[in-house]
């Protein structure tokens, strides 16, 4: 892997005829696996674009004491880096488990055309990585909520709405 989280070592191990979803979950095990050797977490994940580029991420939450740095947002940011765009229209996320939510989240703002994973959240969470209050969070009820209320605060309506009104006016925005 280069320093973009770009790798080719799967398209040259691969059959001629290329590889399969189970070639790039078995490398996002590894790169999991290796991982948590160099003091990061079990996960790994690639994301290969629409024209069979390759970029890989890790996670290094603890590592980089970064609550974000799962290892589908880091080849989401390699991709995005390396092929200098935002929308990874066409591209597959390949990753050794079951996303969660801002994973998932993150995979929709790229427009990630599909998502494959290895282990599923009862995995993970037999190994201690228990997500089930989030997805409780956004599936449950207010009852669920209440572990991080999100409140509205009441502003003047110009005031509300004045970066949307700014964005809305400015010719040479980029659209997303």
């Known amino acids: 892997m280069d320093s973009t989280g770009t790798t080719t070592s799967i398209a040259a191990d691969a059959a001629s005829t290329g590889p399969t979803p189970a070639d790039y979950l078995a490398r996002a095990v590894d790169l999991a696996t290796e991982n948590v050797r160099n003091q990061g977490g079990p ?22 004491l970064d609550p974000s ?35 998932l989240a993150t995979s929709l703002w790229a427009r990630i055309e599909k998502v494959y994973f290895a282990a599923n959240r009862d995995d993970a969470a037999d190994a201690g990585f228990d997500d089930a209050v989030f997805y409780r969070y956004f599936e449950g009820g207010e009852d669920d909520r209440a572990i991080m209320p999100v409140v509205q605060e009441p502003l003047p309506p110009t005031q509300r709405v004045a970066a949307f009104t700014e964005w809305s006016r400015t010719a040479t925005r980029i659209d997303y």
Do not use: K, W
């Open 43 to 64: 996960f790994g994940a690639i994301v290969v674009s629409a024209d069979g580029r390759v970029f890989e991420g890790v996670n290094r939450v603890t590592a980089n």
């Open 69 to 103: 740095a799962h290892a589908e947002v880091t080849a989401i940011r390699n991709a995005c880096q390396g092929l200098g765009t935002f929308d990874l229209s066409g591209a597959v996320l390949y990753t050794s488990c079951e996303p969660c939510p801002m994973c």
